[in-house]
């Protein structure tokens, strides 16, 4: 009985050293990604009270690196719509309706 007992217990260690980094890993990725998709919704929100041409540009140069530097295909496609958003030759009004729309998308996906 007692070898069944550290038989189970050397299987348990093991599990558990396998899946340990795994899950530290998995948790370093979404804080990465929770990271950048705050930073996006503090830019929008930036461009939708500010209203200016620099906070603009600085929202699609953020999205432009966004789309290099995270995996997060959700993310990504957030990046994208912003930039297309941000591309469209419309009045700010307009681009700030549509952006306020993206801050709840983000507010909701990653519970901002």
């Given at each position: 009985m007692a070898e069944w007992i550290i038989g189970i217990s050397k299987i348990i260690a093991i599990i558990g050293a396998i899946t340990f980094p795994i899950i530290q890993q998995?948790?370093?990725?979404?804080n990465s990604v929770k990271r950048l998709a705050r930073r996006e919704y503090v830019?929008?929100?930036e461009a939708i009270s500010i209203q200016d041409k620099e906070s603009?540009?600085?929202l699609e140069s953020f999205n432009s690196m966004l789309a290099i530097v995270s995996d997060n295909q959700i993310l990504v496609a957030i990046s994208e719509k912003v930039g297309n958003i941000l591309?469209?030759?419309?009045g700010n009004e307009d681009k700030n309706i549509e952006l306020t729309?993206?801050?709840?998308i983000l507010e909701t996906t990653y519970n901002l």
């Open positions: 998995r948790k370093k990725e979404e830019l929008i929100k603009y540009e600085q591309k469209k030759n419309i729309k993206i801050l709840y």
